[in-house]
């Protein structure tokens, strides 16, 4: 026991004042981030792979892939592993070994942002086309650009409206689109079919791009053999997270462009390397991780631990229903969305809501036990006949699903 345990971490870890006990402040982050783990089931991040073995060794050098992966010239510490990293992602994805490109990015917001840029620069006047339960970045993303955003509805479940999409294409047919499709909304983890995105375009006979936002559930979709970027998908580019299904211990990500939708880049002088990516100086410890994921699990690790994400996601349906809570989920998914539960569940347990609806994440390393004491003390706190009713209007009806 310390005297700092009574001080707030943010009393302890102010730098303008007395000297600071920097062990002390280390002890009390890791005391809460360890307190908060063992009800933390709203965020989508893995929890189940051990990264030891690169924070030791590597993690107090820097390592630094600056510009272009593919590029040859100047500084880049992990850029063979990062190469590694982007042709296993390209290989899953089923894309032709001459039309690919891609890098190691800071997350899903990189990903999205360097795709729909390229994208951008190639088709200036396009209209960019995103669904309501799209991410908060791809707004943000379409603001940054400066470019024209259409909003298209999402039916009940979190999935694109096609017939409003058609309706909106159709009216702004002579520009071209750029199209976002999402693999794994937010909220309830809902799949855009990108089969269905390009009839719309096809019929309309508008050009452009077609982006792919699978942050969440890109890797276990394409270990499915479900998400492609192959000639017939029709797909241009795919944004996907490090931290979430890999639970890589830093933000990261991967995005990947097929290389005819691509701009020629400018070649910079001083580091001798393309600037092909949105910063310069990039993370090659994220590389390294992202490497290692793959390198100790590979395939068939992945999908095992995609498969029993996706029972546990089953359980948790089932005990829930149980209990007397309309959960529901995607039949892919591993979220699982609820009515949101009284406040002092939600104090305890750490959820994502969105008024009226709730969701956990059955991420890797989530367990049953975990699952079982949250039923436990949602019981305890609601009897069911004070359970909210799912409203007929909004995010909690499930459209097709159960
Ligand atoms: C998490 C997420 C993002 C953003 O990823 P960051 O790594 O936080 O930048 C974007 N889109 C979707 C669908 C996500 O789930």
């Avoid at 259409?150 to 009940?156: E, G, K, L, R, S």
């Avoid at 071209?176 to 009839?199: F, M």
């Avoid at 395939?299 to 309309?326: D, K, M, S």
């Avoid at 591993?334 to 009284?342: A, E, F, H, K, L």
């Amino acid at each position: 026991m310390t005297g700092h345990q009574s001080l707030s971490l943010a009393d302890a870890a102010n730098l303008s004042g007395a000297p600071v006990d920097v062990t002390a402040v280390l002890d009390h982050l890791i005391r809460e981030a360890e307190a908060a783990a063992a009800t933390s089931i709203g965020f989508p991040g893995a929890v189940d792979l051990d990264y030891g073995e690169v924070m030791t060794r590597l993690g107090n050098r820097l390592w630094n892939n600056i510009g272009d992966p593919a590029d040859l010239g100047g500084v880049a510490h992990t850029r063979v592993l990062e190469q590694a990293v982007i042709a296993w992602f390209a290989d899953t994805l089923a894309m032709p070994r001459d039309d690919r490109w891609g890098y190691v990015t800071t997350g899903g917001t990189e990903g999205n942002l360097s795709a729909l840029h390229t994208a951008h620069h190639r088709h200036p006047t396009a209209r960019i086309y995103y669904s309501t339960a799209a991410h908060y970045s791809i707004p943000k993303i379409v603001r940054m650009l400066g470019a024209r955003g259409v909003v298209v509805n999402a039916d009940a479940g979190g999935e694109m409206d096609y017939a409003h999409l058609a309706a909106q294409v159709g009216r702004r047919r002579r520009w071209p689109a750029i199209l976002v499709a999402t693999a794994g909304t937010t909220l309830t983890e809902a799949v855009d079919d990108t089969t269905s995105i390009r009839t719309v375009l096809d019929e309309y006979q508008v050009n452009g791009h077609l982006h792919v936002d699978a942050a969440l559930s890109g890797i276990p979709l394409a270990l499915d053999g479900r998400l492609r970027l192959n000639d017939d998908s029709g797909i241009s580019s795919i944004a996907i997270s490090g931290h979430k299904f890999l639970g890589v211990p830093t933000p990261s990500g991967v995005v990947l462009i097929r290389d005819h939708a691509r701009n020629t880049a400018s070649r910079i002088t001083y580091t001798a390397t393309l600037d092909t990516t949105i910063t310069g100086s990039r993370c090659g410890l994220a590389a390294a991780l992202l490497w290692h994921a793959i390198a100790t699990h590979g395939h068939e690790g992945h999908r095992w631990r995609a498969t029993q994400a996706r029972r546990l996601a089953t359980y948790t349906v089932n005990q829930l229903n149980a209990a007397g809570w309309p959960a529901w989920r995607h039949p892919h998914a591993v979220t699982v969305v609820m009515p949101t539960p009284p406040e002092q569940v939600r104090k305890k347990w750490l959820l994502a809501t969105d008024g009226a609806t709730s969701h956990l994440v059955c991420m890797p390393g989530i367990t049953h036990g975990q699952i079982d004491a949250f039923v436990a003390d949602l019981t305890a706190a609601a009897p069911p006949r004070l359970i909210p009713r799912p409203r007929a209007d909004g995010l909690s009806t499930p459209s097709r699903t159960l």
